[in-house]
């Protein structure tokens, strides 16, 4: 079964730099989510998108931008790349029908992101 | 104070032990709630949801405490593949709004 695919899988940067993150959901999936996770860290909630649409914010940087195209495919864009940035970026997709009955998220494979 | 909180481990047990994992959440109108399980610099997968009655998936069993706020994670005959980080997850509202995890327990099975 087609999962959620995430690229780059892996991405070294300056600081000061710019990185884009792409993230392709699950089929039929409605809504995607973007998730950070630093090492040894919990996964931190940055950003979500029904239907195209924001539809929830979390610990998003001002630095950080997100959108969702008419093909449901996301990026994260991140502006003057800091330090602290280097982390797995997760991207979870989900159907809002499904979400009902199992409550599930499903996640990409993560791409590092590694900030010199 | 963090909104779901875990005992971070690690957990060292010989295989065939039985491990309980223990979880608090903060906000008491939660709706939903789950165990997933990461290995280490992989994604995170759903193990098991988490229901008032409790439920039980072979050889692991959750369990809610709504009055306590508060979940657990049974694993009964641990296996060496069992070896990964446990990360207790919440909804708090309904619908397709973002999971809160945990900071995750992390658990080594040693032969």
């Known amino acids: 079964a087609a999962g959620v695919i995430q690229s780059p899988r892996h991405l070294i940067k300056e600081k000061r730099e710019t990185a884009t993150l792409k993230c392709y959901p699950i089929?039929?999936?409605?809504?995607v989510y973007w998730y950070q996770q630093g090492p040894g860290q919990d996964p931190q909630f940055l950003i979500s998108?029904?239907?195209?649409?924001?539809?929830d914010k979390g610990s998003i940087p001002d630095r950080f931008s997100a959108q969702q195209f008419s093909d449901y495919h996301s990026e994260l864009n991140m502006s003057s790349l800091e330090l602290g940035d280097s982390a797995l970026y997760f991207c979870?997709?989900?159907?809002?029908?499904?979400?009902?009955?199992?409550?599930?998220?499903?996640f990409g494979e993560g791409s590092r992101l590694t900030v010199l | 104070r963090k909104e779901v909180e875990q005992d971070p481990g690690p957990f060292n047990v010989p295989e065939g032990a039985t491990v309980a994992f223990n979880c608090t959440y903060s906000?008491?109108?939660?709706?939903?709630f789950f165990w997933y399980r990461q290995d280490c610099r992989k994604e995170p997968k759903l193990l098991m949801s988490?229901?008032?009655s409790g439920n039980e998936d072979g050889r692991f069993t959750a369990q809610l405490n709504r009055a306590s706020q508060y979940i657990s994670l049974l694993i009964r005959d641990s296996k060496l593949s069992d070896s990964a980080t446990y990360l207790c997850?919440?909804?708090?509202?309904?619908?397709?709004?973002?999971?809160?995890f945990g900071k995750g327990t992390r658990l080594s099975v040693i032969a």
């Open positions: 997850v919440v909804n708090f509202l309904s619908g397709n709004t973002p999971l809160v």
């Open positions: 979870a997709s989900s159907n809002i029908r499904d979400r009902k009955y199992t409550g599930e998220l499903f």
């Open positions: 998108f029904y239907e195209k649409m924001q539809s």
């Open positions: 906000n008491s109108a939660s709706q939903s």
């Open positions: 089929p039929r999936h409605d809504t």
């Open positions: 988490v229901y008032s």
